[in-house]
C-alpha cells in the first residue's frame, strides 16, 4: 500500500518515485501546498477507491498519516 | 467517484506538437483544483494549456487592473467563476429572507456586477470569456413550494443566467457554460462535495471539475472552427442489431418498438446532426447491395439514401475508405469522426490516421450510443446557419456534380457544362453570421487564416476604413451559398488584403480569380493604387502558398510567419477562367 501511496505522490506533486521518503510529509514536500493537498486527497480517493472525513482531509499531511487512514478505512 | 454515466473521452488527434494555450481565470470560489482537467481536455483537442489563477474573490478588481500580473501574458480565454455562495449568499443561503424588493435589488446588483466585469475585460483584452452560468440550488430554500412561486429561488437563478447570457452577447466573445446541465448529468452529489467548501471553499467535486473543463474546451474548439464536420457510420452493430450479409435484410433489427429501438434512437441522434449541418457517410464492410436494400426496403429507417453524402461499402480495409471519403468530399482527414462497434476497426484507425476522431460504441449497450455521439461535442459550434441547415442538399447537388463530370471528357467542358454563375457583393447585415463562420472554419484555400467573429465582422462593417466582399456561387445542380470573401483595410500605401479564403466546396473552379479581380478593382481606385497581400502559412493551408506568385503578385518579403507581397498599380489579372456562365459584382461605392 505504501508504493500506491507514493506513486499517487510522486504524480500529483510531479516529483520521482524515489524522492518520496517513507517519512515524507507536507514539511518535507515543497510541492505539497495547501492547494496541493487536496489535490492528493482527490487523487487518493480515486486510486483506493475510499472517502475521507471532512475532519480527516487536513490531518493526513504525512506519508504515515495517509497510511493509517487508509488502513482504517480498508478493514 | 463512478463515470459509468459519461461518454468515452474523445480520442487524441493531430500527430502535431500543441499549440500553447493560454487561460486565465478568475473566480470568487477555489477552482485551482480544475488545471489538471483543463491541461487534459486542452491535450486532447492538441493544445497545451497553461493555466494563471486569479485571486480569490478577485474577480471585477483582477478584471479592472489591466497592470495585474495576472494578465502579464496576453490570454487566449479567460474563464470566470462567479459562484452565488460567494456573490449573493442570502441568495443561496437565507432565501426565504428575502422580500421582493430585495431579490429584486439582488438580481439588479448580480446584473450590474456582470455587465462591469465584462466592460473592464474588454478594455484590455479580446480574448474568449468563458463564464460559468449561475448555479440552481438543488434543494430549494422553500422545498416544494419554490416550484409554485412566481419568483422562487430556481426562477430568479434562471433570470440571473437570462442575463448573463446578454451581457455576454453584448460584450462579444463570451460564452455560456451551464453548470445546471453539468449538475443534471452527472448529479448534485457528485456535482459538489462539499468537504471542500468547507475546507478551502472549493465547491466542485472531481467529476464536476473535468466535466466543466471538457465543456469548457468544446466551446474553445469550436471558437476555433476545429468542429469536426462528417459523420462516417459503420452498418451492421451500429446502425442496425444484427448482420444483414447473415441475418438478411428483414432479420436485422431496427424498430421503433423494443427490439431494436436503441438503433432506431442512435439514427435520430444521427439525424439531429445532419440537420445541424454534419455531412453523413457510411463505411462498412459489406455487399454494397444487402446495405442499400436495407435503405429502400425497410421502412423504419430514420436516415434515408438522400442523407447519406458520401459511401464505401467494400471489403476494403477501413482506413483506405475513410481516405477516399475525405477525397470525395474535399475535406481533412482532420474533419471525420469514425463510428464503429468493433474495437479491431477503432483502434486501426486511431494507430493509422491519428487525425481521424473515433467513437467506439460499447457492444450491448446500443441504448447508449445516441447519447455517446450527442455528448461527445466533435460537431459543437458556436453558430448553426441556414448554410448549415442546406447542407446536406448541397453534397446531393455536388453527387449530381460527380456524375455530371463522369459523363464529359475534360475538365474544361465540365466546368463550363456546370454553368457556373458568380455574384460578388460587399457584406451586409444579414450575411454577418455566415461570413463571420466562413472565417472561423474555412482551412484550406485561406490565405491569411483570419478568424473574425461576429461582433468584430460587424464592427469591420461599420468602419469606412474597411471593406468585406463576398462570393457567392451556384451552378445548374444547386446553389453553394456564400463560399468566399475577402477583408480589406486602406492604409497609406495602398489597400490591404487582410483575409482572403475560399470555402473547399468550390476549390477547383476558378472563382478565386473572380473574388481577386474584385479586390484588384477595388485597390486600383486607391492612391497609390497598390494591392498588399500575404500568405501566413498554417498546418493546413498549403493549397495556396504558392497562390499569390502564381497570380503576379511580387514577394517583398519571407519572414518567419509569411510570405508579403504587393501588386504594383493593382493592374488586373491576365487572364480570367473562361468557363464561367456569369460573373455579376457589386463594389463598395466609397472604398478606399
Known amino acids: ?75 | 467517484m463512478s463515470s459509468a454515466s459519461s461518454p468515452p473521452p474523445p480520442t487524441a488527434p493531430l500527430g502535431q506538437d500543441p499549440r500553447p494555450l493560454r487561460i486565465v481565470t478568475l473566480q470568487n470560489v477555489t477552482v485551482d483544483l480544475i488545471e489538471p482537467h483543463l491541461r487534459a481536455a486542452a491535450r486532447e483537442s492538441g493544445w497545451a494549456a497553461s493555466v494563471r489563477f486569479g485571486q480569490f474573490d478577485g474577480i471585477l478588481q483582477q478584471a479592472s487592473n489591466a497592470e495585474d500580473p495576472i494578465w502579464a501574458e496576453t490570454p487566449d480565454l479567460v474563464l470566470v467563476f462567479a459562484s452565488l455562495e460567494t456573490l449573493a449568499p442570502r441568495l443561496v443561503w437565507r432565501f426565504p429572507s428575502l422580500g421582493p424588493e430585495e431579490i429584486e435589488q439582488e438580481v439588479g446588483r448580480i446584473g450590474g456586477f456582470v455587465a462591469s466585469t465584462l466592460r473592464a475585460l474588454r478594455r484590455h483584452t479580446s480574448a474568449m470569456v468563458v463564464w460559468h452560468g449561475f448555479e440552481t440550488p438543488p434543494i430549494p430554500a422553500y422545498g416544494v413550494l419554490d416550484a409554485q412561486l412566481e419568483r422562487g429561488q430556481s426562477r430568479v437563478v434562471a433570470e440571473l443566467n437570462e442575463q448573463l447570457r446578454l451581457h455576454l452577447a453584448q460584450a462579444g466573445n463570451g460564452f455560456v457554460v451551464e453548470m445546471d446541465r453539468i449538475m443534471a448529468r452527472i448529479g448534485a452529489d457528485q456535482f459538489y462535495d462539499r468537504r471542500y467548501w468547507h475546507l478551502a471553499r472549493a465547491p466542485y467535486g472531481r467529476a464536476a471539475l473535468a466535466e466543466i473543463a471538457r465543456q469548457d474546451l468544446l466551446l474553445w474548439r469550436a471558437a476555433q472552427g476545429r468542429a469536426r464536420k462528417c459523420l462516417v457510420l459503420d452498418c451492421d452493430n451500429t446502425l442496425w442489431g444484427g448482420i444483414v450479409g447473415e441475418d438478411g435484410v428483414s432479420g436485422i433489427r431496427l424498430s421503433s418498438e423494443h427490439p431494436g429501438s436503441s438503433y432506431h434512437y442512435f439514427q435520430q441522434a444521427v439525424l439531429s446532426l445532419y440537420d445541424r449541418g454534419v455531412i453523413l457517410a457510411l463505411c462498412s464492410k459489406n455487399n454494397e447491395d444487402d446495405v442499400w436494400s436495407v435503405f429502400r426496403e425497410r421502412p423504419e429507417m430514420v436516415l434515408e439514401e438522400r442523407h447519406i453524402a458520401a459511401a464505401q461499402i467494400n471489403w476494403d480495409d477501413k482506413v483506405t475508405n475513410l481516405r477516399r471519403i475525405a477525397r470525395d468530399l474535399n475535406i481533412g482527414l482532420d474533419s471525420l469522426v469514425f463510428v464503429d462497434d468493433s474495437e479491431f476497426e477503432i483502434n486501426m484507425v486511431r494507430e493509422l490516421l491519428p487525425e481521424v476522431a473515433t467513437l467506439h460504441l460499447p457492444p450491448g449497450k446500443s441504448e447508449l450510443a445516441g447519447e455517446i455521439l450527442t455528448a461527445s461535442g466533435f460537431f459543437d459550434t458556436l453558430s448553426v446557419s441556414a448554410e448549415d441547415r442546406r447542407r446536406g442538399e448541397m453534397y446531393r447537388a455536388e453527387s449530381q456534380r460527380r456524375a455530371l463530370r463522369d459523363a464529359v471528357d475534360d475538365l474544361g467542358s465540365y466546368l463550363a457544362s456546370l454553368e457556373i454563375a458568380v455574384r460578388i457583393c460587399p457584406l451586409e447585415e444579414a450575411t454577418i453570421a455566415r461570413a463571420a463562420q466562413l472565417t472561423q472554419r474555412t482551412n484550406q484555400f485561406n490565405l491569411m487564416t483570419r478568424r473574425v467573429g461576429e461582433s468584430e465582422m460587424r464592427e469591420l462593417l461599420a468602419d469606412p476604413a474597411s471593406a468585406v466582399l463576398t462570393l457567392q456561387v451556384r451552378d445548374r445542380c444547386g446553389d453553394y451559398g456564400m463560399v468566399g470573401l475577402a477583408q480589406l483595410r486602406r492604409a497609406e500605401d495602398g489597400v490591404h488584403l487582410e483575409n482572403f479564403l475560399l470555402s473547399c466546396r468550390v476549390i477547383g473552379r476558378g472563382v478565386e480569380d473572380t473574388l481577386l479581380a474584385a479586390c484588384l478593382e477595388l485597390a486600383r481606385r486607391g492612391s497609390p493604387p497598390t494591392l498588399h497581400a500575404c500568405f501566413l502559412p498554417t498546418d493546413r493551408n498549403a493549397l495556396v502558398r504558392d497562390f499569390l506568385d502564381s497570380r503576379g503578385f511580387y514577394l517583398d518579403r519571407e519572414e518567419s510567419d509569411g510570405r508579403f507581397y504587393h501588386r504594383p498599380g493593382a493592374a488586373p489579372l491576365d487572364a480570367m477562367p473562361a468557363h464561367l456562365h456569369s460573373v455579376e459584382t457589386t463594389l463598395p461605392p466609397d472604398f478606399p
Open chain 1, 1 to 75: 500500500m505504501r508504493t500506491k501511496i507514493k506513486s499517487v505522490l510522486s504524480q500529483v506533486f510531479g516529483l520521482p518515485i524515489d524522492a518520496i521518503a517513507d517519512d515524507a510529509s507536507q514539511a518535507t514536500l515543497e510541492p505539497w501546498t495547501s492547494m496541493g493537498h487536496l489535490n492528493l486527497i482527490m487523487s487518493l480517493e480515486e486510486s483506493f477507491g475510499v472517502r475521507f472525513s471532512e475532519d480527516q482531509i487536513p490531518q493526513l499531511t504525512s506519508v504515515a498519516a495517509i497510511e493509517e487512514a487508509l488502513s482504517a478505512l480498508k478493514s
